[in-house]
């Protein structure tokens, strides 16, 4: 079966009870069983809710996996995965991470013994040299935010594989419409499936999928013991959004490329960062594993003054300044005073946040008015 027919069908099937084509709210948190031990699958919520599920075999088959398990927020599905490691256990990751995975490994994981690694993957040479008998997870985001660095996951897995090591892959900025890591090798999928998966701003959730049996078991095991898990009202809301992720994601990447040449035209940009410009430097992998370039774009001013960023994000009027990404409406970002604000100036220019730089999430409006905002806002 093929991408769109399995987002719209895999998963879910008419409620046997009413017929009803869409899967039901079973907004409940227990199930009367028929006798001890004799019941329908669900015993309690917090271990299996039938809405739930039904999302969760629809990630699992639209991420070619074969397990799917949902979380109250992304946040909470890496607690997962990194709960499923031990102390002295240490872990691999890019520079330019997420600033929440960051501040989850540095602030909470470290005080329990794991020991994490940040270097610039975009050189896969740079993870084989932090490769240690302790290594014991790969952990990759790419495109990466907001610099949209591009990291080679088929290289990532064989290291890990020679390692002994998982590979978990983020793919959140890429959704599976766009990126399949299980294909490539990875053992682990996350997403914040608040972002493009859900796809229109009102769900804050996370999930997991691997092909893996053990791996699943761990993660069922401390989905179950931990208790993040998410609510059958948002698990309905996310299998509505993830019926039309390919139209959408289609969308995406139309306006992504008009708006990304539109300001490279434009006489105050300097630079624009998005994967599908044969002259980014990661674009042959770029263009090796992901389908489409997707809408996420970060660009800088000539001058790179702060305050003729602060001006442009002000002056938009289409574009709404937000945290947040992968929704229908457009949103603009300035992550030196917003999602990178905690990290010194020093280090955040390091990896490219500089002062004038903006990120965009380029929505699936009428491209022509979202390039006539910016033009206006540049202007
Ligand atoms: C938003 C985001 C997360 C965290 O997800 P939440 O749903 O906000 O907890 C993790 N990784 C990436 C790439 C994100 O964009």
Same mark, same amino acid.
């Given at each position: 079966?093929?991408?769109?027919?399995?987002?719209?069908? @895999?998963?879910?099937?008419?409620?046997?009870?009413?017929?009803?084509?869409?899967?039901?709210?079973?907004?409940?948190?227990?199930?009367?069983?028929?006798?001890?031990?004799?019941?329908?699958?669900?015993?309690?919520?917090?271990?299996? &809710?039938?809405?739930?599920?039904?999302?969760?075999?629809? /990630?699992?088959?639209?991420? &070619?996996?074969?397990?799917?398990?949902?979380?109250?927020?992304?946040?909470?599905?890496?607690?997962?995965?990194?709960? *499923?490691?031990?102390?002295?256990? @240490?872990?691999?990751?890019?520079?330019d991470?997420y600033g929440?995975?960051?501040?989850?490994?540095?602030?909470?994981?470290?005080?329990?013994?794991?020991?994490?690694?940040?270097?610039?993957?975009?050189?896969?040479?740079?993870?084989?040299?932090?490769?240690?008998?302790?290594?014991? *997870?790969?952990?990759?985001e790419?495109p990466t935010n907001p610099m949209m660095?591009?990291?080679?996951?088929?290289?990532?897995?064989?290291?890990?594989?020679?390692?002994?090591?998982?590979?978990?892959?983020?793919?959140?900025f890429?959704?599976?419409?766009?990126?399949?890591?299980?294909?490539?090798?990875?053992?682990?999928? *996350?997403?914040?499936?608040?972002?493009?998966?859900?796809?229109?701003?009102?769900?804050?959730?996370?999930?997991?999928?691997?092909?893996?049996?053990?791996?699943?078991?761990?993660?069922?095991?401390?989905?179950?013991?931990?208790?993040?898990?998410?609510?059958?009202?948002?698990?309905?809301?996310?299998?509505?959004?993830?019926?039309? /992720?390919?139209?959408?994601?289609?969308?995406?990447?139309?306006?992504?490329?008009?708006?990304?040449?539109?300001?490279?035209?434009?006489?105050?940009?300097?630079?624009?960062?998005?994967?599908?410009?044969?002259?980014?430097?990661?674009?042959?992998?770029?263009?090796?594993? *992901?389908?489409?370039?997707?809408?996420m774009?970060?660009?800088? /001013?000539?001058?790179?003054?702060?305050?003729?960023?602060?001006?442009?994000?002000?002056?938009?009027?289409?574009?709404?300044?937000?945290?947040?990404l992968?929704?229908?409406?457009?949103?603009?970002?300035?992550?030196?005073?917003?999602t990178?604000?905690?990290?010194?100036?020093?280090?955040?220019?390091?990896?490219?946040?500089?002062?004038? /730089?903006?990120r965009?999430?380029?929505?699936?409006?009428?491209?022509?008015?979202?390039?006539?905002?910016?033009?206006?806002?540049?202007?």
């Amino acid at each position: 079966m093929k991408f769109a027919t399995k987002a719209i069908h @895999e998963g879910v099937a008419p409620d046997p009870a009413t017929g009803a084509i869409m899967t039901p709210i079973y907004q409940t948190s227990t199930y009367v069983q028929e006798g001890v031990g004799n019941h329908k699958g669900y015993e309690y919520s917090r271990t299996l &809710n039938p809405t739930r599920h039904a999302l969760e075999k629809n /990630l699992a088959a639209i991420e &070619n996996g074969k397990f799917g398990a949902c979380f109250g927020s992304g946040l909470a599905a890496i607690d997962c995965v990194i709960k *499923m490691l031990n102390p002295g256990d @240490e872990v691999i990751s890019t520079h330019d991470l997420y600033g929440g995975s960051y501040r989850i490994f540095k602030t909470i994981f470290e005080k329990y013994g794991l020991v994490f690694h940040f270097v610039d993957m975009t050189d896969v040479r740079n993870i084989q040299a932090k490769v240690n008998a302790k290594t014991k *997870m790969i952990w990759v985001e790419t495109p990466t935010n907001p610099m949209m660095n591009i990291i080679d996951i088929q290289a990532a897995a064989e290291i890990a594989r020679a390692a002994g090591a998982w590979l978990c892959v983020d793919n959140t900025f890429a959704t599976p419409f766009l990126q399949s890591p299980l294909d490539l090798g990875a053992d682990i999928v *996350m997403h914040s499936v608040t972002k493009y998966l859900g796809g229109h701003s009102d769900v804050i959730m996370g999930a997991l999928i691997t092909k893996d049996e053990a791996i699943a078991q761990e993660i069922y095991r401390i989905q179950n013991s931990s208790g993040a898990v998410t609510a059958p009202m948002d698990s309905f809301l996310v299998l509505r959004g993830i019926k039309t /992720l390919h139209l959408r994601m289609e969308r995406h990447c139309f306006n992504g490329e008009k708006v990304a040449h539109f300001l490279a035209s434009h006489p105050r940009v300097d630079k624009v960062f998005w994967p599908g410009f044969t002259a980014h430097p990661n674009h042959d992998i770029a263009a090796k594993q *992901m389908r489409g370039f997707g809408g996420m774009i970060s660009f800088t /001013l000539k001058g790179n003054h702060l305050e003729d960023a602060l001006a442009v994000v002000k002056k938009v009027e289409l574009f709404a300044l937000a945290e947040s990404l992968g929704g229908v409406e457009s949103l603009i970002g300035h992550p030196a005073t917003m999602t990178h604000a905690s990290i010194p100036k020093e280090e955040r220019e390091k990896s490219g946040v500089v002062d004038s /730089l903006i990120r965009l999430s380029v929505g699936v409006e009428d491209v022509e008015d979202l390039i006539e905002d910016l033009r206006q806002a540049l202007d």
